[in-house]
């Protein structure tokens, strides 16, 4: 049952403060009768009383019976130390106003002390005598009013996910899935949750740090080392990629930029696996990566970190949050960060600034503005990886650079939205938001791999890469998003619904306010080969003054909107039934080729069973609507490229909701992919058939949570058959059909898990230990050479300590322990990426 409160009256609060006095003593001496007199160790940091009595009870092993609202809006200097459960209640509530009684050896309740009893500095100390009557000014007697709270669930609290003190492994709730208050346990779909506490602890800085946790996601072939989409990933084994850039969503707004996302003021990463068109519109069929960003609160919280590691990394990190006004009605957030890094990669390196301001007005109890800025400059160069010599990804050094030294690749961005929520009644509420984004590039040159590699050990050009010339100073990307929701909540017979009524519209422009420059080998300018076995940089031969001019400016626009609804029925208290449609019109006009229009009607249905409390089982069918098709067709116009999924799974909630797992079989087809036309001439004239297809086809099992109170853990595991069923080259042949999707392992696994030492003796101290496995991956979807599998093992050392109001923590990670050689993913057609080779962070964090 949820640790918050039920609603009462003016004249119910009344009655429920004058409690009588009679009662007062018989709570005040009865306090300690029946409480645990063993002392155990407690860390319970600095927070609101409600999350600290919630922690107290969960470390304890007990229930409590909460009088409601009483400790709304207080904080409590924590616990450290070794003390009894007495003790443990009296320092949490002193100069709160309230005390507590055991009901039994594991029940307590606490309620409010009266006002003109002293203030006690110990529980047990005797109060001032006083009259027992309890005049509420009617004549009539309050009997006392509490909602139990099990001590296991903090989880029922709204505002304990977002509590900065929140150490859980877990969430309960997400709406990326079904956009509404909808527990992922009740949920007849696939998502996942990588919250910040599993962020802090791996110390991880890039989005495939935290992806890593996350069954059935991998990099994509361009998703390392500073490249053009260093954010890119695979999920069931198809991209997330949009257009050629990072994509995500961000607080469930398409967000596309050039660079890399910055994790300085992520809450937690939510990962819906399959065809989400139905809520978000053209999407690859995979899924979605949405990033919750950290929300103002109520209570002040401060944080300053400082990262050091391996390659000269520097990474500062400032958090602070809380009320600006009295009554809490208007609060704020600011998140701060500072990046600067070296790679193992030669003349690579990364640059990183970031700011991002919220803030949140409660204009009443009903309704809510949000208002969010981000700001991020990041410089980098862009990497494609290392070439495939004789088949074999890892003939040259893994620090062999390909390009030039002087390359060049950096961008700023720009973000902003408005959020206004309104709640009608306690049935209907509504949520409209308005986003605007711009990217841009500030400057990109590159020497980039242009031709054909001499791979014959007996040639006298053998390991000479052939290179080409690009420079593309500027271009402007803006993005618009608004949505509106509205949920409501009625019955009809016997039939509990939650109807969600929504639209969406998106936006985006690509223009290009200066133009580039593109060459290719053999043309005048004679950008320089480079021999990648003995590489010689500096671009001699090369004749700038020979460069063609540049090219037109190139702009493109794509135009997204659409109208959905969604009925989510409880057919009974076990069954559940969840409905759904979509209209969607895109469109997509790329410089002066004639705009392309797709409409789409997208459909979703899941049914989920609970057989018995702790256990649901459920089944989907999803739709989904993608990418717009390119080429020519001989009647009509091309169609977009649709996918279909079915998916059955088993959810599980253990150890009071502490743990939860959850096991999904699915299969995902990917169809209306464009190939060429058999006539050879028609193709040549790009002429295409819409019967490409690709599926996969998997089962993946994802679990996290805390075992014990000392001992959490994320821990997945995926098995993923995705291949090309149906192809066709140029030449009329089969092309890729049967042949295994680039970068994505039939078996991959990883396992995380930390433990905490302080009831052992080792007050402060905690470690953790982390296993990344992955199979064998084709390189590329010609399937011409294999990324070898790998073992990567993870470490962590941590020791906090309460200094004042403070909390001080040192930490210290390594990343590939052993020190394996091994490649994050394919870089493309005959490259590969490979991965940092064993690295170090340390961290020193003051929060209070």
């Known amino acids: 049952m949820s640790p918050t409160f039920l609603p009462l009256t003016a004249g119910q609060m009344i009655k429920l403060f004058a409690l009588p006095t009679l009662t007062a003593l018989i709570l005040l001496n009865s306090a300690t009768t029946l409480a645990d007199g063993n002392a155990r160790q407690y860390d319970i940091p600095a927070q609101s009383l409600n999350n600290a009595l919630m922690q107290f009870a969960a470390d304890s092993d007990l229930k409590l019976l909460l009088t409601a609202d009483t400790v709304r809006g207080m904080t409590t200097n924590g616990l450290d130390g070794s003390m009894t459960q007495a003790q443990a ?347 605007y984004t711009k990217d841009i590039g500030i400057d990109n040159f590159q020497i980039f791999p242009a031709g054909p590699l001499d791979e014959n050990p007996n040639s006298p050009t053998y390991g000479v890469l052939q290179r080409g010339y690009f420079n593309f100073p500027d271009s402007v990307r803006d993005t618009y998003f608004s949505t509106i929701n509205i949920t409501g909540k009625f019955k009809t017979a016997w039939l509990d619904h939650t109807l969600l009524i929504g639209g969406d519209y998106f936006n985006r422009k690509v223009g290009d306010s200066r133009t580039g420059v593109f060459t290719l080998p053999g043309d005048p300018d004679n950008t320089p080969p480079l021999n990648l076995f003995n590489p010689v940089y500096g671009m001699a031969g090369f004749d700038a003054s020979k460069l063609p001019p540049p090219f037109d400016p190139f702009d493109s626009k794509q135009d997204w909107w659409g109208i959905y609804l969604q009925d989510q029925i409880a057919i009974t208290d076990k069954l559940q039934l969840l409905l759904g449609g979509r209209f969607d019109e895109a469109s997509l006009q790329q410089g002066t080729d004639p705009e392309v229009i797709d409409r789409e009607f997208s459909q979703r249905y899941g049914l989920l069973y609970h057989p018995v409390p702790w256990l649901a089982l459920y089944g989907s069918y999803a739709e989904g609507f993608n990418a717009a098709n390119s080429g020519r067709v001989l009647t009509g116009k091309p169609a977009p490229v649709l996918s279909q999924q079915y998916e059955a799974g088993i959810k599980g909630e253990w150890f009071d909701k502490r743990l939860n797992a959850s096991l999904a079989f699915y299969e995902l087809t990917k169809t209306n992919v464009s190939v060429p036309v058999k006539d050879q001439k028609l193709a040549a004239r790009g002429f295409v058939d819409l019967v490409g297809e690709a599926r996969s086809q998997g089962i993946e099992l994802d679990v996290a949570g805390q075992v014990t109170p000392d001992f959490r853990l994320i821990a997945t595991y995926s098995l993923t058959d995705a291949v090309t069923t149906n192809d066709r080259d140029d030449s009329g042949g089969l092309g890729n059909t049967g042949k295994r999707l680039a970068a994505v392992p039939r078996h991959a696994g990883s396992f995380w898990g930390t433990y905490d030492f302080s009831n052992l003796g080792a007050t402060g101290f905690s470690s953790g230990l982390g296993v990344y496995v992955v199979g064998k991956r084709a390189g590329n979807n010609e399937n011409t050479y294999d990324l070898p599998g790998y073992v990567r093992l993870d470490a962590m050392l941590k020791y906090s300590k309460k200094v004042g109001l403070s909390t001080v923590s040192a930490q210290f990670n390594v990343q590939n322990l052993l020190d394996k050689d091994y490649f994050s993913t394919g870089g493309g057609s005959g490259y590969a990426i490979p991965a940092s080779p064993r690295t170090f962070l340390g961290s020193i964090q003051v929060e209070f």
């Open 89 to 435: 209640l009296s320092k949490l509530l002193q100069g709160s106003g309230m005390t507590y009684r055991f009901v039994d050896a594991k029940t307590v309740t606490l309620e409010p002390v009266p006002s003109n009893f002293k203030k006690m500095a110990v529980v047990n100390e005797k109060p001032e005598p006083q009259s027992n009557k309890n005049d509420t000014g009617d004549g009539q007697m309050m009997p006392k009013v509490t909602v139990e709270a099990d001590s296991a669930n903090p989880y029922d609290d709204p505002n304990w996910a977002t509590d900065p003190y929140n150490t859980d492994y877990t969430r309960p709730n997400s709406t990326t899935a079904t956009k509404t208050d909808t527990p992922i346990f009740d949920t007849p779909a696939s998502i996942q949750i990588v919250p910040r506490q599993v962020i802090k602890d791996q110390q991880a800085i890039t989005m495939q740090d935290a992806l890593n946790n996350v069954s059935g996601v991998f990099a994509d072939h361009s998703s390392q080392g500073g490249s053009f989409a260093p954010d890119t990933f695979l999920i069931r084994g198809f991209p997330t990629q949009n257009t050629g850039f990072t994509s995500a969503y961000r607080d469930g707004y398409l967000s596309i930029l050039g660079g890399s996302f910055s994790l300085a003021n992520v809450e937690q990463f939510e990962v819906l696996k399959g065809p989400a068109a139905f809520l978000y519109g053209r999407l690859e069929p995979g899924g979605l990566i949405n990033i919750v960003s950290k929300r103002p609160q109520a209570l002040p919280y401060y944080s300053l970190q400082q990262q050091f590691g391996s390659y000269n990394q520097f990474r500062t990190l400032a958090d602070a949050t809380g009320p600006l006004t009295h009554d809490g009605s208007l609060a704020y957030r600011l998140n701060f960060e500072y990046l600067t890094s070296d790679s193992f990669r030669d003349f690579q390196f990364t640059d990183r600034k970031f700011l991002a301001p919220s803030l949140t007005w409660r204009i009443s109890d009903k309704t809510a503005v949000d208002l969010d800025f981000l700001y991020q400059n990041e410089a980098s160069r862009p990497d494609p990886g290392l070439p495939v010599i004789g088949g074999k990804p890892d003939a040259l050094p893994k620090n062999r650079w390909i390009g030039e030294p002087t390359d060049r690749f950096s961008t700023e961005y720009y973000a902003t939205s408005v959020t206004l929520k309104h709640q009608f009644t306690d049935d209907w509420k509504a949520a409209g938001r308005f986003a």
